[in-house]
């Protein structure tokens, strides 16, 4: 029986085989074109038979992100030519190129307010979203999450993501409807086990932040000697496309901050596979005093490298600090 992620690759191939055909008035029947099409009709027929996405060499499933990003491929990444292998690595180059362009400004000063984030992929492209959109009020919002996923395909999710909230955010929207509306748009246009857990935090001058959490790890508001987390107010955006948000109103005390991260440092393990988890960063956050974003994020960086005794990153990682100045 046909999987919903077939039927959504064979509605990919016909709609490409559809605007081949449009396309020869226009080509001339090219050599090109026909053998396009050629590729398509072979997909379609790989689809019949039940041998679509196995290697056409050892017979293994050919990776699912390579499949989304191309439904005509014929090999897995072991069995690549080498000139293959070369144009995939350029156009990974590219993409995390593109990727890179794509994170916001590196700190942000709004008012009482100071941001600063640290965001490091495990792979050459990273699934986690991370971003700060100003208002014209001097207000702005803060994001981040983790698409569901690794590689490519997850990295082609946080930006179809991070453009939706680009989007939306102008139009001036409570923060609840604003993530409802992102949510029901990434659901209709993703594949059925695509979602993405996230935070997204709006504030203002006054020292208030409205936050909601879908379904993501709690950021950490402390300061004081107080820690406090922000626990999830909704499932991920995503999941399902009829789902409502709720959002809870969080106080920021000058000196205080929250902080946001992926699982890439909660779930980070060491080399006996403890994980580093949420405790640990509690104690270390009830350490950190007075510390502007950029130092407090170093001292959790450091943290983490001391906890995994040189064990590599197995995960993308996202580290946020949002800091109300003690002078305001």
Not at 182 to 194: D, G, K, M, N, Q
């Amino acid at each position: 029986m046909a999987t919903a992620a077939d039927l959504i690759l064979r509605q990919q191939l016909l709609d490409r085989r559809l605007r081949l055909e449009q396309a020869v008035p226009v080509t001339g029947q090219t050599l090109q074109v026909r053998n396009l099409i050629h590729e398509v009709d072979a997909a379609l027929a790989r689809m019949d038979t039940g041998t679509y996405g196995l290697c056409e060499v050892c017979h293994e499933p050919i990776e699912t992100e390579r499949l989304i990003a191309d439904p005509l491929a014929r090999f897995c990444l072991d069995h690549l030519t080498v000139n293959q292998q070369r144009a995939l690595e350029i156009d990974l180059e590219l993409a995390a190129s593109i990727q890179k362009g794509l994170l916001p400004e590196p700190h942000l000063h709004s008012g009482a307010w100071e941001v600063a984030y640290h965001y490091q992929p495990a792979g050459i492209v990273s699934g986690d979203y991370c971003d700060l959109v100003r208002e014209e009020s001097g207000g702005f919002h803060f994001i981040l999450g983790d698409v569901s996923g690794k590689g490519v395909a997850a990295a082609m999710l946080m930006v179809h993501l991070q453009a939706m909230f680009r989007t939306l955010i102008p139009m001036g929207l409570p923060l609840r409807e604003l993530v409802e509306r992102a949510s029901r748009i990434f659901c209709e246009s993703t594949l059925p086990t695509h979602f993405a857990t996230l935070v997204c935090g709006k504030a203002g001058s006054s020292g208030d932040i409205e936050v909601c959490n879908a379904g993501h790890p709690p950021p950490l508001l402390f300061g004081r000697g107080k820690v406090k987390p922000i626990d999830p107010t909704g499932l991920p955006v995503g999941a399902f496309c009829d789902v409502q948000f709720a959002t809870s109103q969080v106080h920021v005390e000058p000196g205080q901050t929250i902080l946001l991260y992926t699982d890439g440092l909660s779930e980070a393990r060491d080399n006996s596979g403890q994980m580093y988890g949420n405790e640990r960063l509690m104690t270390l956050a009830r350490e950190l005093r007075g510390s502007r974003p950029q130092e407090l994020i170093r001292a959790c960086l450091q943290d983490l490298d001391a906890f995994r005794k040189n064990v590599p990153a197995g995960d993308d990682l996202t580290i946020m600090a949002v800091s109300r100045s003690a002078a305001s």
